[in-house]
T-cell receptor, first 113, second 112 residues
Framework: EADIYQTPRYLVIGTGKKITLECSQT?????MYWYQQDPGMELHLIHY???????EKGDLSSESTVSRIRTEHFPLTLESARPSHTSQYLC????????????FGQGTRLTVV | AQSVTQLGSHVSVSEGALVLLRCNYS??????LFWYVQYPNQGLQLLLK??????LVKGINGFEAEFKKSETSFHLTKPSAHMSDAAEYFC??????????FGGGTRLMVKP
């Protein structure tokens, strides 16, 4: 069964705090992605990875950083949270081949106060 | 680069009515196309996908989509809307580097 997990689901944090959003998948996918999405709006790709030790910035500039030390794990870190970072963050993974679908986690809704 | 355009950011239908959500793509090569659904405060879930073969693709929850190369379209339909179909729907196309490019989304509202 395809599983991809994000924690926490909801997070309210003060300005200036460092936070890490967790994303793990059990499907052995090499490709993983982070999207930022404001409520009811389109998805913006902020980071992606093609495998261990591979990370790239996406189309939307983001102050966050990512790491990929293990295949199954792709955490996203904000060193100093700001109210402008308030959004929903979606993690996804995808298998090999252009005909494969991406699997999404349930998302983390971040609010910075 | 391949891209998708979803016509209509909001679509409202009555319960029991036909659902039609539009997606047009641009691609210089045969496209791989996907429809996803997103319920409030959830991630995206695959409804259906077109890769090769039959141009009419059936998905989950009674949805289907037809790939029309001549019209560069991949519209999503359902014969009879249910209240539970109210959600955000995203069309996507496979792009260079095996990236998925998403459309802007269409919010489907179902009136009782």
């Amino acid at each position: 069964e395809a599983d991809i997990y994000q924690t926490p689901r909801y997070l309210v944090i003060g300005t200036g705090k460092k936070i890490t959003l967790e994303c793990s998948q059990t499907m052995g996918h090499d490709k993983m992605y982070w999207y930022q999405q404001d409520p009811g709006m389109e998805l913006h790709l902020i980071h992606y990875s093609y495998g261990v030790n591979s990370t790239e910035k996406g189309d939307l500039s983001s102050e966050s950083t990512v790491s990929r030390i293990r295949t199954e794990h792709f955490p996203l870190t904000l060193e100093s949270a700001r109210p402008s970072h308030t959004s929903q963050y979606l993690c996804a993974s995808r298998g090999q081949g252009p005909n494969t679908e991406a699997f999404f986690g349930q998302g983390t809704r971040l609010t910075v106060v | 680069a391949q891209s998708v355009t979803q016509l209509g950011s909001h679509v409202s239908v009555s319960e029991g009515a036909l659902v039609l959500l539009r997606c047009n793509y641009s691609s210089s090569v045969p496209p791989y196309l996907f429809w996803y659904v997103q319920y409030p405060n959830q991630g995206l879930q695959l409804l259906l996908k077109y890769t090769t073969g039959a141009t009419l693709v059936k998905g989950i929850n009674g949805f289907e989509a037809e790939f029309k190369k001549s019209e560069t379209s991949f519209h999503l339909t359902k014969p009879s809307a249910h209240m539970s179909d109210a959600a955000e729907y995203f069309c996507a196309v496979n792009n260079a580097g095996n990236m998925l490019t998403f459309g802007g989304g269409t919010r489907l509202m179902v009136k009782p």
